[in-house]
């Protein structure tokens, strides 16, 4: 297929893929040696790192338990949670278990220091409430995921640099958010709600490792030299066991980010069916008093809780058979309907929604009356108007017979703009040869319609 293009135009094809590539090329400006030096001071964790991060997990706690989101921006500002992560990525990048060894047995400890700090904070605090920060952090979803890869990638690479920029550090650290899983966990230990725990250690557990990941992949990209051993067999076996870990420590991820874009398709999907349901006219009187939607590998479920009139098996089977319009198929709907008893304050509650449901819908014909009205009465007055124009045109114009008048618009097929203007149509009688020249100026001054347009019917 090539032999066809001829020769400038391959010329031009490489000279704008030469560019391309000296545009996007990053091995120039990488300082190796340096990096690799401040990848490993940053993984020591003693001394001032250590209350260093202790301070900044409270600093961290307060800005969650209080949701002040400034404060946990600056708590992770001054957090060295990320040194260790970058350390693993770069030990199995470059074949060193000495550093993975070192990186890991510091992540552990950063992270039991965090649980200690966060937990004791939380469980002395006179706030209990979990606010929408601490919330946050409970629930990952497949966009945390693309945040800890790239933000790690933009990471490895601003560090790399023979010049390396400070504030894209600093937005990294912020991006990834590590800090605040850590401490929305010890808030779930504190309280004993174990749920609030595993969604934000995992969380912590997926930037961890797709940080870690995106310091593996660069550091590969970008050639860093890979560790000699002096014994043959001592390399293969440090490889052979990096790699198995590597794989071991994929493998789950993979299976867990798969299972994030799944989770939070269905929540997507079934926030879109649960909308859309509520607008047919089977719940004109029935009311959603509640929905839950629970995502399973296996089935997920969706329940609504309902009151006010009852749905037919018909109705019922209706529903079910919409899901597969949402993606939603296997999906088991679960609707609880009260009978005919109603306790008191569901019942209040029930005719409080009502109410203020049929409010809302007799505002909306409310306003469509008033507009409604306003055209009417709009047309009304310009109907008197414009019998007292055909008065005078009799007068002025008594070739004429008959007129009409509205407002057109007028679309240029060239450049698709749309104007409207008001129009009128005039039909002259038979024995008159053509309309009179001035009816035109007449009109736009009895009519005050400077752009007036005259068309006239034959």
């Given at each position: ?39 490993k001071k940053d993984i020591e964790f003693r001394g001032s790192n ?52 070192n990186s890991l047995r510091n992540l552990f400890t950063m992270v ?311 129009v009128f149509y005039v039909e002259w009688k038979k024995s008159s ?26």
């Open positions: 297929m090539t032999e066809n293009i001829p020769e400038s135009k391959k010329s031009l094809l490489k000279r704008i893929l030469k560019s391309i590539r000296n545009i996007a090329d990053i091995h120039n400006d990488t300082h190796i040696e340096a990096t690799i030096e401040s990848i250590v209350w260093i991060l202790f301070f900044a997990i409270i600093v961290a706690s307060v800005g969650l338990n209080v949701n002040s989101t400034a404060v946990i921006i600056g708590a992770m500002l001054i957090s060295p949670l990320m040194g260790p992560i970058n350390g693993v990525g770069l030990a199995v990048g470059t074949f060193d278990n000495e550093l993975l060894r039991a220091i965090s649980l200690l700090a966060s937990t004791t904070y939380f469980f002395i605090s006179p706030l209990s409430d979990a606010q929408s920060e601490l919330l946050a952090r409970t629930t990952p979803t497949i966009f945390d995921v693309f945040i800890a890869l790239f933000g790690g990638m933009a990471g490895i690479v601003a560090a790399s640099r023979r010049e390396s920029k400070i504030t894209i550090i600093s937005g990294v650290a912020i991006a990834t958010a590590l800090m605040p899983p850590l401490c929305t966990a010890g808030y779930g230990l504190a309280s004993g709600q174990m749920s609030y725990f595993f969604g934000a250690f995992y969380l912590f557990f997926i930037n961890s490792f797709f940080i870690a990941l995106a310091t593996f992949l660069m550091v590969r990209y970008l050639h860093f030299p890979v560790k000699q051993f002096v014994n043959p067999n001592r390399e293969r076996v440090v490889k052979r066991s990096i790699t198995i870990f590597a794989i071991i420590a994929i493998l789950p991820s993979i299976y867990m980010a798969w299972s994030l874009v799944n989770e939070t398709r269905f929540n997507s999907q079934a926030t879109k069916y649960l909308h859309e349901i509520q607008e047919l006219e089977m719940f004109n009187n029935i009311e959603v008093i509640n929905t839950q939607r629970t995502y399973s590998s296996k089935q997920s479920a969706i329940a609504l809780s309902l009151i006010g009139g009852k749905l037919t098996d018909e109705q019922l089977e209706r529903l079910k058979g919409k899901l597969s319009d949402y993606g939603l198929a296997g999906t088991n709907l679960i609707v609880k309907q009260t009978g005919g008893s109603i306790d008191m304050g569901t019942q209040e509650m029930f005719i409080s929604k009502l109410l203020d449901k049929q409010d809302q819908q007799l505002k909306e014909k409310d306003t469509l009356i008033a507009r409604m009205s306003y055209k009417l009465e709009k047309y009304a007055g310009m109907n008197d108007e414009m019998i007292k124009v055909a008065r005078e045109l009799k007068i002025q114009y008594p070739d004429i017979e008959k007129f009409s008048f509205s407002s057109s618009v007028f679309t240029n097929p060239t450049t698709l703009q749309q104007d409207t203007f008001p040869s053509s309309y009179d020249r001035n009816l035109n100026e007449w009109l736009k001054v009895r009519l005050n319609a400077p752009q007036l347009q005259i068309i006239e019917v034959k």
